[in-house]
């Protein structure tokens, strides 16, 4: 394909007038007529050497080199759908829009000012209308043929700009030239101010918010501060300005203190004079017949007051409806939650290059906001990935995104990414001409923060201990109890009623997790926030404690559960948790002695789930470093050695891990834990059994399965059985191999123990393949593999696959 013209280029908009009466009135003969005005247009714009940028339903984005290319071709696809033949009935009108400047190519795509500015321009006109922009028209009025005249239509305002433009129209004498007025802000009443810079994304949002206003009467737009509530009511209310004959009118409640004045307000936007000394009741006899919209922006901090002129005014007014805008909703009856979201960010699962980086909306907003702040700015595949990383560490919330956008004047985006950990001092300098709560981040959060109650501060305060979210029984242990600390000690009771408040003010996003329940988290942007207040309060070093607390005692718990028939659901609340783990960790490890042994019991629990999930380097690092913190002789630590031990033999150091068995051995004997002294006679044994000292192998061996069948548990005695089968098959006695892992694989299924029953599947095939059943090898390899994969078990899948492989191989598959 050729690449997009560049320098100074005309684009044009098209789109086809009325086409979901169209589709509605035609049914399956529309996809007929659709392709026919494709054809057409295409046919008219490539001959006149347009680039197609972009097609969407009956929508054209073309890009020309030459303005008088541009204006030609627009005329021509007029004329040619005019002389088409469309059938009985059906008419086909197309609106088309010209611009002329120097977009920004990014990729196959084109960002800046003037890509708006043209598709407003088209989105002004009506179908069979060709307009022209100012510079469009500066460029072809001396070239143009006699027949063809200009119509200057005079200063119009267009959405999301805030000076009036002047606009044009392409005259032909046969082709229709009268239109009814412009769809432009000047055709109906409002008092929408007109928007600084461009508007990007949320087309779900307002295609949803669409959909739902024919029906409902009051739209409450919720999110986090700085999420863009106020800038995506603007859009809808503008968009909505053709349904609404008697006006849409904002009111700006943020500058309010005092609710007695919001019915004074809603007066001053409709122009409203009150003669009669009962404002209330002539703003309901003025609203009582009117069809109109009324957008009551920031509601949060007058909530209450919001609530009561919401109800007031709809009670009174049955054409009236409502957009609101807040960080909670004004829970009245017929009340519809619109959540405003973060902005898609770019896909954290494949690398970002400069062609797709502007596939998320969050990455368009931050490049276009950068290009208007620095006339240098460029994406490049240098600095794309670092632009996707800042857009996640944002949340994709765009009052940071365009804060760290006004950056670039300063800092590359390099030193952007740089100081993300420290995004309250970053991210400040906003517009000057935003309200105070808008020109920085903390300013933004600080605003919801001020409006908690003393109980909801605490639990936001204690909440940020957590990393990658929480339960509900989580934030109860941790955050509930009085903490050991004179600066903070205040219980919080109903922690569940806290956070539900939390969650309605939009300070907490609640999210159904895998096993049913719910599951909590923070923006990374309000985490930070409510870090640093727990600093303020001094109280991080209280609720880090019980943080490690809640998680040593949870992870002790999968150790146990991991072995049994819970094993799948176990693996996947570690999943969950394993931020929260690491922090645990990171936490006992930060150079304090007494929280030491802490870490050996975290790392003793997580060693199996870190070798399920084959965070091998990972584990044997935290294994490493828990043992050099605490010197503790107790079961934890032999664990510890345990999982360090697995994880180098993982990794291939089989002398490492023979050092650590044997000093595994005699702790566990010195302290007389006899569960982890048939764990290490086991581990011991089966090395000596592997590097064939046969009597060394058979003491420690015995001594595992004695000590094993004492204590009961059916998957350790499948275990400890288990070497045994190895000894035979080492032996080339196949058929008592065979009956040995039958036995253990019986035992892992009586005890539910999945990971155990796949390796002993695994060994199955292993050792009847030997023996020429490739079908019995083939069944027990799959229904192994079909058990890894159940478990996400990375590396018992690759033995798995190795088995099949073999069998395959065996069989000239």
């Not at 919330?397 to 365009?402: F, G, K, N, V």
């Not at 091998?616 to 002789?633: K, M, T, V």
Request: some cysteine.
């Amino acid at each position: 394909m050729n690449p997009l013209p560049s320098g100074t280029v005309t684009l044009l908009f098209s789109d086809m007038e009325g086409s979901t009466r169209l589709l509605q009135a035609l049914g399956e003969r529309y996809a007929e007529t659709l392709a026919a005005h494709h054809a057409l247009l295409r046919a008219c714009f490539e001959k006149h050497h347009g680039r197609i940028v972009d097609t969407q339903g009956d929508s054209f984005f073309v890009a020309f080199p030459r303005a008088l290319d541009a204006v030609r071709a627009a005329i021509e696809a007029q004329h040619a759908l005019a002389a088409h033949a469309w059938g009985e009935g059906i008419m086909v009108r197309v609106r088309m829009g010209l611009h002329t400047g120097e977009p920004r190519a990014q990729g196959e795509r084109y960002v800046g000012l003037d890509v708006h500015r043209a598709a407003r321009i088209g989105a002004a006109g009506h179908g069979g209308q060709i307009l022209l922009s100012e510079t469009t028209f500066a460029l072809i009025q001396n070239d143009l043929p006699r027949e063809i005249q200009i119509r200057d239509l005079g200063k119009q305002r267009l959405k999301d700009f805030d000076a009036p433009a002047s606009l044009y129209q392409i005259v032909c004498a046969d082709l229709p030239s009268d239109f009814p007025p412009l769809k432009t802000l000047d055709a109906r009443p409002h008092n929408l101010a007109a928007s600084m810079s461009s508007f990007i994304g949320r087309e779900r949002e307002l295609a949803a918010l669409t959909r739902a206003l024919p029906t409902a009467r009051l739209l409450t737009l919720i999110g986090v501060g700085g999420a863009g509530k106020t800038r995506l009511a603007l859009q809808f209310a503008e968009k909505c300005l053709d349904a609404f004959p008697d006006g849409v009118w904002f009111i700006e409640l943020a500058r309010l203190n005092d609710a007695a004045l919001i019915p004074q307000l809603i007066a001053s936007a409709l122009g409203v004079r009150d003669e009669s000394g009962d404002l209330a009741q002539t703003l309901k006899n003025f609203l009582a017949r009117r069809q109109a919209l009324l957008v009551f922006d920031n509601c949060e901090h007058l909530i209450d007051g919001a609530a009561q002129w919401a109800e007031t005014l709809l009670r009174a007014a049955p054409q009236l409806k409502i957009v609101a805008t807040s960080r909670e909703g004004l829970n009245l009856a017929g009340e519809q939650i619109f959540h405003v979201s973060s902005l898609p960010l770019p896909d954290a699962t494949h690398t970002v290059s400069a062609a797709t980086l502007l596939q998320s909306d969050a990455a368009h907003l931050f490049v276009e906001r950068a290009t208007a702040a620095n006339d240098h700015f460029r994406v490049t595949e240098q600095n794309a990935p670092l632009i996707a990383q800042i857009c996640r560490r944002l949340d994709g919330i765009p009052l940071a995104l365009e804060l760290a956008a006004a950056r670039t004047k300063a800092l590359s985006v390099e030193q952007i990414a740089a100081r993300l950990d420290d995004l309250f001092r970053l991210l400040t300098g906003g517009s000057r001409a935003a309200l105070p709560r808008q020109q920085t981040l903390a300013a933004a959060i600080d605003w919801s923060y001020a409006l908690l109650s003393q109980p909801e501060r605490l639990l936001l305060q204690r909440l940020s201990v957590f990393a990658g979210g929480w339960t509900l029984e989580a934030a109860e242990q941790v955050c509930g109890e009085p903490l050991s600390t004179n600066s903070n000690p205040s219980r919080i009771t109903d922690v569940l009623d806290l956070l539900t408040q939390l969650v309605n003010k939009s300070l907490v996003v609640a999210e159904p997790a895998a096993d049913g329940t719910t599951r909590y988290r923070f923006l990374e942007t309000i985490r930070q926030f409510a870090r640093y207040r727990l600093y303020e309060a001094e109280a991080v070093q209280a609720v880090s404690d019980k943080h490690l607390d809640f998680f040593v005692a949870f992870a002790e718990t999968a150790r146990v559960e991991l072995r049994g028939p819970q094993q799948s659901a176990w693996l996947e609340r570690l999943d969950a948790e394993h931020d929260n783990l690491r922090a645990a960790l990171t936490w006992a490890l930060a150079e304090n002695p007494t929280r030491a042994a802490q870490a050996l019991r975290l790392t003793g629990a997580l060693w199996m789930y870190w070798d399920v999930r084959g965070y091998f380097q990972e584990g044997l690092q935290w294994c490493e470093r828990a043992l050099a913190a605490s010197d503790a002789e107790n079961s934890a630590r032999v664990q510890t050695i345990f999982g360090a031990c697995g994880f180098v033999v993982r990794l291939g150091n089989l002398e490492r891990a023979l050092t650590w068995l044997d000093a595994a051995l005699a702790l566990a004997r010195k302290i007389g834990d006899a569960r982890n002294t048939a764990e290490a006679a086991l581990a011991v044994g089966f090395f000596a059994l592997l590097a064939d000292d046969m009597p060394r192998a058979d003491t420690l061996l015995a001594e595992a399965l004695a000590r094993f069948e004492a204590l009961g548990d059916p998957s350790d005695i499948g275990r400890a059985l288990g070497p045994f089968a190895e000894r035979a098959r080492r032996q080339n006695d196949y058929a008592r191999a065979a009956e040995g892992y039958a036995k253990s694989l019986a035992l892992f299924r009586q005890a539910g123990d999945l990971r155990e029953s796949a390796g002993a599947l695994n060994n199955l095939a292993n050792v009847v393949s030997a023996q020429g059943a490739w079908t019995d090898a083939r069944l027990y390899a799959r229904e192994g593999l079909e058990l890894y994969t159940a478990l996400a078990d990375k590396h018992g899948i690759a033995t798995s696959q190795r088995e099949l492989g073999r069998v395959a191989f065996a069989q000239g598959d």
